[in-house]
Nanobody, 125 residues
């Protein structure tokens, strides 16, 4: 069974920095895209950033220039470095793994998608 476990959330002051990590486990063969989404109270879940296995990245306009996504394919881990955070960055941040193939499904045409349980980031003074 594939699991995604996020860590690194917490309380940070405006202008500060925080680093989120998400480790995928469970006999993983490959993962196409890993990403971070967030959901603020009363709002829909939105994409923050994602990164392909080849290293191509995509960011939401609201975080461009402030957040950096990176990935360690050998560890099946994705990171989100959050700099110059703002109160509007407050949300539950969810890790997503798209197109996951395990050792048992490595020849499948399509992989499965998985979500972590989320980690809360609060930006406040």
């Amino acid at each position: 069974q594939v699991q995604l476990v996020e860590s690194g959330g917490g309380l940070v002051q405006p202008g500060g920095s925080l680093r989120l990590s998400c480790a995928a486990s469970g006999s993983i063969f490959s993962i196409n895209t890993m990403g971070w989404y967030r959901q603020a109270p009363g709002k829909e879940r939105e994409l923050v950033a994602d990164i392909t296995s080849g290293g191509s990245t995509h960011y939401a306009d609201s975080v461009k220039g402030r957040f950096t996504i990176s990935r360690d394919n050998a560890k099946n881990t994705v990171y989100l470095q959050m700099n110059s955070v703002k109160p509007e960055d407050t949300a539950v941040y969810y890790c997503n793994a798209e197109g996951v193939r395990t050792q048992a499904t490595k020849f499948s045409l399509y992989g499965m998608d998985y979500w972590g349980k989320g980690t809360l980031v609060t930006v406040s003074s």
